[in-house]
């Protein structure tokens, strides 16, 4: 079974504070992607990775940055929170070698900004 | 523009009968769609998926329509059951791995 875990399921973040959220996939997929969820938006594409040190934007990469240095591992950073990023984070992963696109999510963090 | 609509945010069904979950797309590029239950504090979970050149995939109680022509795709579940009470997204891809998820229609099985 493909596992994803991220480093916490809630946050309570202040205002211009720096934060990480971590996410780690223990299947080897090559593709790891963070969203966030919020009702009636559905979920939107931040940020993307293809391999280790490549990063995409995905639609709203605006305040966030990504890091990827491990395959197993990518990680969502908020440089400055803002309350407008309270939201629930998910991160999920996928292998090309699957030959479809599903993938496979983690639990989610909630981040409260307050 | 949204490229993936669940145009019903809500859906409220009796436990035993037919829960018809709808989602609209307009890229004719895509060629893979999927559905994901959400849980309330919990990550999505795969649950279907059909690729562009079948029009209908059943596992067990869930099965997916695609009607290509009216860039429309349908979850049926039969019988429904108060288990299945969550947020169901559907979303779509274009030859990539990267995935155009809907708003998602919450569904509500009630005794």
């Known amino acids: 079974d493909v596992k994803v875990t991220q480093s916490s399921r809630y946050l309570v973040k202040r205002t211009g504070e720096k934060v990480f959220l971590e996410c780690v996939q223990d299947m080897d997929h090559e593709n790891m992607f963070w969203y966030r969820q919020d009702p009636g938006l559905g979920l939107r594409l931040i940020y993307f990775?293809?391999?280790?040190?490549?990063?995409e934007k995905g639609d709203i990469p605006e305040g966030y940055s990504v890091s990827r240095e491990k395959k197993e591992r990518f990680s969502l950073i908020l440089e400055s929170a803002s309350t407008n990023q309270t939201s629930m984070y998910l991160c999920a992963s996928t292998s090309p070698r699957s030959g479809v696109a599903t993938q496979y999510f983690g639990p989610g963090t909630r981040l409260l900004v307050l | 523009d949204q490229q993936v609509k669940q145009n019903s945010p809500s859906l409220s069904v009796q436990e035993g009968r037919i829960s018809i979950l709808n989602c609209d797309y307009t890229n004719s590029m895509f060629d893979y769609f999927l559905w994901y239950k959400k849980y309330p504090a919990e990550g999505p979970t795969f649950l279907i998926s059909i690729s562009s050149i079948k029009d209908k995939n059943e596992d067990g109680r869930f099965t997916v329509f695609l009607n290509k022509s009216a860039k429309h795709l349908s979850l049926h579940i039969v019988p429904s059951q108060p288990g299945d009470s969550a947020v169901y997204f559907c979303a779509a891809s274009a030859g990539t791995d990267k995935l155009i998820f809907g708003t998602g229609t919450r569904l509500q099985v009630f005794p």
């Open positions: 990775s293809y391999d280790v040190k490549m990063k």
